[in-house]
């Protein structure tokens, strides 16, 4: 990783993130699974962030990391707002992306994103684990009746 990790904040310090992303495969591809493998993700984010390098630039390395808690953990950390909504509706977790709602600018674009997020994404786990239970009440009630 050295060679890796002095590569990547070499670039990054002197503001050469879009041929680092050309390098690492692109602003919208996913790199290639060997490529992926052999740079730490979470390192990769850390010297960016170290370098400064903006939020919009972090949310597209954080979205590379496979652990989602990572992933989550470090987008926070990082004050990430557009990587940590992208790791709540990943997981479906429509409680806690309202909660962290609390912690963006209204009115920002991360702000708008997460609104829109709430209002068109469907099948989210809280709503899922409600209608199971409504679900096994109406079972129960149902039975009692017979």
Known sequence: MGKHRCW????????ALSTLTSALGGSGNILHKGV???LPMDQVV??????????NVL???????DNMESRLKLAVNYK??????????AQKDRSSLEQYMKEIPPGSP???KAENALR????WADEVSEIREKKCVEIEIDKRLY
């Open 110 to 112: 991360e702000y708008l």
């Open 59 to 65: 949310a597209v390395y954080l979205g590379l990391m």
């Open 120 to 123: 068109v994404s469907t099948g």
């Open 36 to 38: 992926k493998a052999t």
């Open 80 to 89: 990430c707002h557009q990587a940590v909504i992208d790791v709540h509706v």
């Open 46 to 55: 850390h010297t960016l962030q170290a370098s400064g390098s903006p939020a």
């Open 8 to 15: 990547v904040r070499c670039r990054g310090l002197r503001g």
